[in-house]
Every structure is written in C-alpha cells, then in structure tokens.
C-alpha cells in the first residue's frame, strides 16, 4: 500500500460529512466504514430491495460502491477548498455479490495535481468469510475552488 | 445501427419480466421504455432519493442504469433457455446529470455465442432537451441452460 | 456524428505533423488517413511482424491505433498552444483483427475544457469487406500552454 | 497476492513458447522476464523507435505490454488442450513512461472456468529507480480444446 498525506488535516471529517449530504447513500443504506489518507471504505448492509432476482446485490449497487469510494479516497487527498468528480470507471465482477454486506475499498494509485486514479475492490462478507466480488479501476478529477462547501459529486460537470 | 435478429421469439416479454423481477430496480423507480432486437432503453423520473448532493442524478444510477440496459441488450438476443450476466462495464461521466428523469440506451455491438459487447449512452432529459451525460462499453456473457426460467443477471458468477 | 468546431483552424496540418514526429507511428508503418475537426482515422497496412501466432493483427496494434487516433481527435479541437495526453483507455476486442489493413477511427464525444471523451472503433479490410474488430472508449487531456511545439502524446504525465 | 494452482505442470514451457511465436512481441524486443501461476511479468528495453514524440515509451507500447501480460497470466492456468484471448482491458497512464525499459506485471484475479480478469502494472526503470506508470485491468477468455498447439492470443475470436 502506497502512503500519501493529507492536505487538508479535516480530511476525516470532510469526507463523512459530504457522504451523509449524498441523498443515495442514504436511500441505498451506505455508511463510510474507514477514511485514511487516500483510502476509503464503504459499508453496505443487505436489503432486499437492493437485490436483482436471485437475492444477490445488483450490479449498479457493488459498481456504484466501488464508484463512490473511488470518489472519497480521492477527495481525502485533496485541499480544503476543492472538490472532486468522477471522470470514468470500470468495474468487473467476477464473482456474485451474495452476502450480508458488502465492503467496497477504493486506494489511490496517482495522486495528481488535476486527476486521480483509484483501484477499487469490492467484497461480499457474510460471517468471517469475505470473498472479492468486483475489481474496478476509475479515474476522478480535482475542482480547484469549486465551492464554499466543496463535496465529492459523482457525476462529471464541464471537465 | 446494426441489425440483429431475435433467436427468441418472445425476447420482448421475457426482458420485461426479467426487469420486473429485479427488486432494485423497482427501489429506484427505473422502468423499461424499449426493447428492440439487440436494442433497450431504461428511463428513470427523478426523485430526490437518487440524487447527490447538488440535486442531480448520482453517478451510481446513471452507471447502474447503463449496466442494466446492456444486459438486457445482450439478454434480447439469446436463446430462451439462457441468461445473461455481467462481466464488466466502463462508463465516462460526461455531463451533469441534472434533469427530470434519465433515459439509459445500449446497442449491442457484437453478439457472440458465449460474449455480448454492447455500447451505452445515458440521457438528461428535460422537457424538450436531451443532454448525453454517459458514454460506456460493457460485456456480457451467456449462459446457456442456467435456468427454468432465466434472466439477465447484473452480477457475475462462476464465469 | 456530433459536429465540432475546430479552435485552431490549422488542426489539419498540426496533427498530421505531430503524428510525423512519433517514432513507433513510422515503426509500425501507421498512416493518417483522414481528419476532420473532433474526428481522426489511422490506417495500418498488414506486415508480418505486426501480428500474433496465426497471422492477425496483434492486440496491442489494435489498441495503439484506438489509442492514437482517440487523442489525435481530441487534439484536433484544442488551441494552438496546447497539448493532449491519453488519461485512459478501454478496449474490447470483438473479432480478429484479420485482414490486409487496419483502420482506426475516433470521435469525440465531449470535449470540455480540461478532459476530451473519444468513442473508438478499428476495422479490419480485405479488398471490399471491412469488419469492425474493435470498440473502444477513452479519455484523454487538454495541457494548457505546454509546449511550443505541442503535440499529442500517447503518455501521461504529471496530470 | 493470490496463490494460484497451475492446471498444466508445464505451464512455465508453453507461456515461453508462445510468446516466442507472437511476431509483434519480437519486433518491439519485448522479453518474458518471470513465469509463475497466474502472474506474468514482461520486460523490454528501451529503443528510440518505441517513442511517442519527447523520447518516452509511446503509450500503445505501455498497452500492449499490460495486455499481454494480462493474456499470459491467464494462459499460465489453463488446462494443456486449452487457449486464451483478450475479451478487452482498460488501462490508465498514470506517469510519463519514460526509463531504460519497461516492467509490465500482470496477476489473475480471479480464474473462472471461462473468463480469467488480470490486475495489471507497468513499471518505467531506469538504473535502481522503478516507477508506476500504468495500471490496467483486463478480462480474457479461454478457449478449450482449440489447437493442438494451444497459444495466447491478443485477438478475441468468434467468442
């Protein structure tokens, strides 16, 4: 694992704080599990009506995890007064997202001064057993200035 | 456009029926808008659940909208007694995605005996305007005799 | 097909000449074969040392030619003094790439002011017959001010 | 990292050997540097002709390395009567490709019975410094009982 610091010394709070702000998290039931410098954990319990036909997570659930985390180690590296999009990201899942929970880490490979770069992993927990169920790679961007409350927004503005 | 022919002729009522049986879809309100040979449309109203923190559209559900409708491209053109699942998709964010309601369109490309590769497009609508705010490329796998009754399945298994 | 509109009205002569200047385009023999404001073809005549065990194009070449042509389209609508560089690429591989000649062709799809998104596609000719046997998607950077000679460059840097 | 379980005793023997088939990899003087199951690393030294136009690695060389890392990681566990071919990859440049040659590192991530996805890294080198400038993430397919000469191929085929 790559070490990186933190510009911004808020970086904890700033990224828990633009996550409960993200209505989706919310409807999806999503929680922030662990915020390091450049690393991010979301946690997601299961619910039926996050499920596609055979009672496993839908796909759009373990992509947008992996999305959303990428996001967050991003912006956990980022100034105080930026913010952060996703530019693009692909995901693959290699096995069913069938569990209690699933756990979606993102780690940043390439931290530059417009772009990062984050390999996102996404795992299906059930009991002690834990079993990878997606492997993404995605790319985000750094709005300087953006905001007086700047966020990470998954969704790409006029990049 | 390219043209495929159905091997199924029923392809239109079991990709609708498939897309009902997918509880989250029904969680976010996504309903199937067209299905041609190799061709689907998923349209999406808006709601604020769905939504990041500047009120448009979360990434998450415009990726998973884009998963959704090449899967079941892919789905509308196998065999009756096949399913379809995920291997994996890329998707770029490339505007906003503000407006009343999202209209994700994938077009199979190449339609193999065992992968499907399909090109996505997700739409802003509002009103009269129809803003691209998503370009992605997935592939899609088949699974022969999976089922008594099969489906598209957004997750990958024992691929 | 999106029109654009070039911001340098010598895009023409600037890409054919920066694509001059790059090394493996002449070691692979690769030809510019057309070039419209946000749109590039590359064309790719057979050679034996390009090509895997039974005598196809191989993948890398594939994917080089998608790669170049996608940032050579993007460079296409940047201004006199910028440059570009690949951020990422996709590329799906959906039939051999057999045949006496290779053709690459990108288009943009967005064209913002830092970021440019280009849908690819490479096809494969054998006198008449031309076969799509790629599909690819990518991203790729506006550098501002970069050079007095700017180029593309199929390489990131200090993004 | 993941510890894999080689199908095939003499899979070290047939990784070499195809790769010493592929016309291309000997053209650009591309070299198998480690052989283990299900990880793949490929080297090759620097020469002008591999350049994009300021002296680096051309990007398409950086790709074609990580793909074909990825298609031999993947050719390391199949069975002996079996084959592989890249499905499609993404990869990301994340730092300019320049050094006295390449490292292109690829390990499997999961081996399903059809589809193999690989975790790729390409490293630039120059005397003791090793630096990142690629991350990739690939899907290849194997092919059973194709050839009494199994091989990897960069190529899909009528998959």
Chains 1, 2, 3, 4 share one sequence.
Do not use: W
């Amino acid at each position: 694992m790559r070490n990186f610091e933190a510009l911004n010394p808020d970086f904890d709070t700033r990224v828990r704080s633009s996550f409960k702000r993200q209505a989706f998290m919310g409807f999806l039931g999503a929680e922030i599990e662990r915020v390091e410098p450049g690393l991010v954990e979301i946690r997601l319990d299961f619910r039926e009506e996050l499920c596609q036909q055979h009672g496993f997570f839908h796909g759009g659930v373990v992509g947008t995890l992996a999305d959303n985390a990428g996001g967050y180690a991003g912006f956990s590296l980022v100034a105080r007064e930026d913010s952060i999009l996703t530019v693009e990201y692909k995901i693959n899942l290699i096995a069913p997202a069938k569990g209690d929970r699933l756990l979606a880490r993102a780690q940043v490979v390439k931290s530059g001064r417009t772009l990062s770069v984050c390999e996102m992993a996404v795992f299906a927990l059930t009991g002690e057993s834990k079993v990878q169920c997606a492997s993404g790679l995605g790319t985000f961007m750094t709005m300087a200035n953006t905001s007086d409350d700047p966020v990470f927004t998954s969704s790409s503005g006029g990049s």
